[in-house]
């Protein structure tokens, strides 16, 4: 189990990596799913109803963690928290958009990734505390 969260979180590191710096630099490049029939405008609505508010979620659960004086309790536990962000807009998206397979895919994509990031997470976390002083 610990090889196959090593080599999930790798796979993650670099498929954002690659993500984010073709969204800077070449953003015309990837503008919808590969192999989906979405259009242009599709595929930005559903950037726009899943991706922007996990985005804004995971920033105001942080700004609350700050207030409450609560640290993350592992390094894997700000990755996990956009993860269930994002899994949750993609939940509620399914209900308040256009339903198409692609969109079903994805979803059981980031259920994984966030099974696979929440046993990382206790793993890390039994590691910090289980530590002798």
């Known amino acids: ?62 700004i609350y963690r700050y207030f409450s004086g609560r640290d993350p309790t592992s390094t894997v536990w700000p990755i996990l928290i956009v993860i269930f962000f994002f899994m949750l807009t993609q939940i509620i998206s399914l209900f308040n958009n256009f339903f198409h397979w692609s969109q079903l895919l994805v979803l059981s994509i980031t259920i994984l990734v966030f099974l696979l990031l929440r046993e990382a997470h206790n793993r890390r976390k039994k590691e910090i505390f289980n530590k002798p002083l």
Do not use: H, Q
């Open 1 to 62: 189990m610990t090889k196959l969260i090593r080599y999930s979180l790798g796979l993650m590191f670099v498929f954002f990596s690659i993500m984010s710096l073709f969204m800077i630099f070449l953003p015309d490049l990837i503008l919808v799913f590969p192999l989906s029939s979405w259009s242009n405008e599709e595929m930005a609505e559903w950037r726009l109803r899943t991706i922007l508010p996990a985005f804004y979620l995971t920033i105001c659960y942080f």
